[in-house]
């Protein structure tokens, strides 16, 4: 007799990790493979960083996962018209019919003989919608849709609590670009270089560290901590005409308008203009760096190259910035014991001008310092937005333990 195949559609990690128990438990004959196809989630970061969490936890059950095709546009084309619906209205209903059309098609290609979809587990999706939708997907194809209630008997209050056990990262909107945090999408669609403190990029390097890590045998912990992010939205820096490269500092207030000066005083290699604060930090070479010290001043400050000294010091300055200070989160993680004696640092986000620790540097630090790590000498901690030196200090909040940069932005 043929063993009995379930493709389980997932929609994301914390809908899944109770899902999967349940189900497994239900059906202890079947193969279970997972199917991870949601085109519907944006923006792509966000997707990944969705899809790395689903990939832990199946890796930790062990349930093969495959990754279905980002097909973003089709999906758009798919609901065009029914931007301004309610949730549980037509765009959803047309969102999870074309999800599961594709999940049957996979389903069908893989000989399974059952379907479902971890979206049954979510408190604020329609059931009857979703088994409509599978039905309709699965009809003529020989293969069952599965529409379990798990939600019941104080299931989504364990798949709450299984979430904050495994540390999952939990999503604050359904992943649709029209339900996106209530419409608040700006930050998510500008891109920066690199993994600027808080953004999707940081978390999803995080999740891809940790994946690597466990993969090697070693322990991890994940803390989320929230803190004041700073983003500029717009500056620059003119000497008598002339724009001059530049950096702007982290924490750095936006300037009313244009400001027109000149420099009135000099502190090493610090020039004060004598207009709303602005402060010049001289450097050579140029580049970006990080917060130096927690203060609370927040002048509004640019770094550049010290060639442009004496044309500061004669010529006249012009000067404009636009920052903007949100409330937003990010993570450290422990890689080995918390208690370790020795905690080797090392930065989650990038600099502005995208300078970081590469993902292979980091798997390097851990293979070299493997044994020390499994007898807690040594732990490595995984940083998030240390250039604004939130981590660190976290850590040395949260934890009491002092952490050093062991490799550093280069």
Not at 4 to 30: G, N, Q
Not at 163 to 168: A, D, H, P
Not at 303 to 310: Q, S
Not at 340 to 346: C, F, R, W
Request: one cysteine or more; a neutral charge; aromatic letters at 10%.
């Amino acid at each position: 007799m043929m063993k009995s195949k379930i493709l389980v559609h997932i929609c994301c990690a914390p809908d899944a990790i109770y899902f999967l128990k349940k189900l497994r438990e239900d059906f202890p004959e079947s193969e279970i493979i997972g199917y991870f196809y949601d085109p519907n989630i944006h923006p792509y970061e966000e997707y990944r960083l969705r899809y790395l969490e689903t990939e832990r936890i199946c890796k930790e059950l062990g349930i093969k996962l495959i990754e279905g095709e980002y097909d973003f546009k089709n999906w758009l084309e798919r609901v065009k018209g029914y931007e301004e619906e309610p949730e549980r209205g037509k765009r959803c209903q047309i969102c999870f019919d074309y999800r599961l059309e594709k999940s049957a098609k996979v389903a069908k290609e893989l000989g399974c003989n059952a379907l479902t979809t971890t979206l049954l587990m979510s408190p604020k999706k329609s059931i009857p919608q979703l088994k409509k939708a599978g039905e309709e997907a699965t009809k003529g194809t020989g293969i069952q849709f599965l529409a379990p209630d798990y939600r019941k008997g104080g299931g989504t209050q364990e798949m709450f609590k299984l979430s904050k056990e495994r540390e999952v990262y939990q999503q604050d909107y359904c992943g649709c670009l029209f339900k996106q945090k209530n419409g608040e999408i700006f930050w998510d669609l500008v891109g920066f270089a690199g993994r600027r403190p808080g953004s999707k990029e940081e978390r999803n390097f995080i999740k891809e560290i940790r994946i690597l890590a466990q993969e090697l045998g070693l322990p991890t912990k994940e803390y989320e901590f929230p803190f004041l992010n700073w983003k500029v939205i717009k500056g620059k820096i003119e000497v008598d005409g002339e724009v001059i490269p530049s950096y702007v500092y982290p924490y750095s207030q936006s300037i009313r308008g244009v400001v027109k000066g000149k420099v009135e005083h000099v502190q090493g290699d610090k020039l004060f203009l004598n207009k709303q604060f602005v402060k010049i930090i001289l450097k050579e070479p140029c580049g970006d760096i990080p917060l130096l010290e927690n203060t609370p001043l927040s002048n509004p400050t640019f770094v550049v190259p010290y060639a442009y000294r004496e044309n500061i010091l004669k010529g006249k300055v012009k000067a404009e910035l636009q920052t903007e200070f949100i409330p937003e989160k990010s993570s450290v993680l422990f890689v080995g014991s918390v208690n370790a004696k020795e905690l080797l640092g090392v930065p989650a986000d990038t600099l502005q001008d995208g300078r970081g620790v590469s993902k292979e540097e980091i798997v390097e630090l851990l293979k070299s310092n493997l044994e020390e790590i499994l007898k807690e000498e040594v732990g490595v901690v995984l940083l998030g937005a240390e250039s604004l030196r939130g981590g660190s200090s976290f850590v040395k909040d949260f934890l009491g333990r002092k952490v050093k940069l062991y490799l550093e932005w280069k």
